[in-house]
């Protein structure tokens, strides 16, 4: 039949997909049409001969919809392959690189509630598409709209299965020095959120002699009442709980898609991605000495500034977005490069985030040093200074986003309590510094009616003071 659609259903691509509410705008027609336009733009614009990789998260239906994008693509004669069981997303863009595919798609919304569902799509060189690959998408899928194009029979004969998880274990295997970690004799536990990065690190800890447990590790599709996001707050109080008895010497989390790390030590002390970002740079860059320089993202720590700087390696911001990221990570010599939401990539991996790769590398970083994680973040808070982070997620009335970055933006605002702005940065939303204090920064979503306020400075109080009187000038809009 010929598909069209009205302003509330029609599908809006974002940085790097699309994610809709289940069974409003996110139902499996729409999942057709999304993968119809992706089967389209691999016709016209890379090797469909290759094929396409399927994957899919622990969402409900996500099985489900996964085998409706793959008998999609398959019906427009481009092999496919679906894998056979959840998966993380950067599992599968590990194997569009390494089977070398024309490129993947990953049903999944990552970390949002659990209404949610969506669409990734993965190039060829195992990462988020780039700009350009979606807006080559976006334009097919205008075209079938437009056209009121019908759909092909579906081939379920045509998906081939395909296995994810052995071939992601073992390359990961590869990466750590795992006779230090089992020397070391420190104890793990994994929380995935019950989301499809479940019993990843446990294999792989047990296999090589390291203690592992797991906690949250079965499929929930309601996540146990919780995002699976791993940030301070609630999302976590399960794993802080399971903490608090000291058993265990670090804590990894995962994401729902398992691409986002959050990592927490004993007695339930939160690390959060910029410490295990920070961590990890000066590990690498030092301990380590491997070459290349690094990349963030606009609302990332003036830590990892610092230790750029301490190791000579050239530091390149970008807009928020995991996407600029891997373009850089493509085009120039990087070793790492990270987000504030705890998405962070690898030269020596993928031009991808990968929350099981951080995990990883943070038990080595302890058994290297001989370190808890909370060590670690004290020993660079006495060498580079602390630095404080916080923001609030504030829903506003239509309007009110818009005027807070012109407010933000204008000489209308010219100090924040005590301390005078003497800077401003618009790369991406507005950053205003308040001295040797610190910064604030506020910043629009572009799909949803909320604004985001970053702030950073080198006091937990004075953190929690900048984010509340910038909340309370918003509010006053």
Not at 87 to 97: M, N, Q
Not at 417 to 425: L, V
Request: net charge neutral; charged share 25%.
């Amino acid at each position: 039949m010929p598909y069209t659609a009205d302003a509330m259903s029609r599908i809006h691509f974002g940085t790097d997909g699309w994610r809709g509410l289940i069974a409003e705008d996110f139902t499996a027609d729409n999942v057709r049409l999304a993968a119809l336009a992706f089967a389209r733009y691999i016709a016209r614009a890379e090797r469909p001969d290759v094929g396409v990789l399927v994957g899919y998260d622990n969402r409900f239906g996500s099985e489900r919809f996964a085998r409706t994008a793959a008998e999609t693509i398959a019906a427009a004669g481009i092999p496919v392959a679906l894998s056979e069981a959840a998966c993380p997303t950067p599992a599968l863009s590990l194997l569009v690189r390494q089977r070398r595919a024309a490129g993947g798609l990953m049903i999944t919304a990552s970390h949002n509630p659990y209404r949610w569902n969506g669409v990734k799509f993965k190039a060829a060189y195992g990462s988020s598409a780039s700009p350009g690959m979606i807006e080559a998408i976006e334009q097919e899928l205008d075209r079938i709209y437009a056209e009121g194009s019908r759909m092909l029979p579906p081939r379920p004969g045509a998906v081939a299965s395909l296995d994810v998880r052995t071939p992601y274990l073992e390359t990961l295997e590869k990466l750590i020095d795992w006779a230090r970690v089992r020397e070391s004799g420190f104890r793990f536990l994994h929380d995935p959120m019950h989301g499809s990065a479940m019993g990843l690190l446990p294999e792989l800890f047990r296999r090589n002699g390291v203690e592992c447990e797991q906690i949250r590790g079965s499929r929930d599709p309601l996540f146990g009442g919780h995002n699976p996001e791993p940030i301070e707050g609630p999302n976590i109080a399960p794993l802080r709980q399971a903490m608090k008895d000291g058993r265990y010497d670090a804590a990894f989390l995962a994401d729902g898609d398992g691409d986002r790390i959050g990592a927490m030590g004993p007695g339930g002390r939160f690390i959060n991605a910029h410490q295990c970002f920070a961590i990890l740079l000066w590990h690498l860059a030092g301990a380590r000495q491997l070459p290349g320089d690094v990349a963030k993202t606009f609302s990332v720590t003036k830590l990892i500034d610092k230790i750029a700087g301490k190791f000579g390696r050239r530091l390149y911001e970008t807009p928020i977005g995991f996407k600029y990221i891997c373009s850089l990570m493509l085009e120039r010599d990087l070793l790492m490069g990270g987000e504030e939401s705890g998405g962070i990539g690898f030269r020596f991996h993928l031009p991808e985030r990968d929350a099981s790769v951080c995990a990883l590398l943070l038990a080595e970083v302890m058994a290297w040093h001989g370190k808890r994680l909370g060590e670690l973040v004290a020993m660079l808070e006495e060498e580079f200074g602390e630095h404080h982070y916080g923001r609030v997620d504030l829903e506003l009335r239509p309007g009110q986003k818009e005027k807070a970055i012109e407010l933000f933006g204008s000489d209308r605002v010219e100090k924040v309590f005590e301390w005078p702005i003497i800077a401003r940065e618009d790369m991406d939303g507005i950053k205003v510094y308040l001295g040797k204090v610190g910064w604030v920064m506020v910043r629009a979503s572009g799909t949803e009616p909320m604004l985001r306020v970053y702030a950073e400075t080198s006091s937990a109080e004075t953190t929690r003071r900048v984010l509340d009187a910038a909340v309370e000038k918003v509010r006053g809009l």
